[in-house]
């Protein structure tokens, strides 16, 4: 099993830049893939940015330039850096991790909301 715990949601003003983390924990050898989705009222859950194997990462076209995925090894921990934010980036934003067993585990979900 894994445990992921997100911190750094909130609201912030169009333009603005937040950074949210997710801490993972327990059998983190496992760990195949990993790296954020959102979900907007209404919407399906959509991949926002990826760590696939090894440093590839993976984007959507809608934050490409704008949000960045980065990670620190020694603290089990990722984050996505988001700059330049617009509203259509309101969602709730959830850390994931996929096992090379095909086991996936989600985090609690942080809200982050773009409005002036």
């Known amino acids: 099993q894994v445990q992921l715990v997100e911190s750094g949601g909130g609201q912030v003003q169009p333009g603005g830049s937040l950074r949210l983390s997710c801490a993972a924990s327990?059998?983190?050898?496992?760990?195949?893939?990993m790296g954020w989705y959102r979900q907007a009222p209404g919407k399906e859950r959509e991949l926002v940015a990826q760590y696939t194997t090894g440093t590839r990462t993976n984007y959507a076209d809608s934050v490409k330039g704008r949000f960045t995925i980065s990670r620190d090894n020694a603290k089990n921990t990722i984050y996505l850096q988001m700059n330049s934010l617009k509203p259509e980036d309101t969602a709730v934003y959830y850390c994931?991790?996929?096992?090379?067993?095909?086991?996936?585990?989600w985090g609690q979900g942080t809200q982050v909301t773009v409005s002036s």
């Open positions: 994931n991790v996929g096992l090379v067993t095909g086991d996936d585990y």
């Open positions: 327990g059998n983190i050898f496992r760990i195949n893939v």
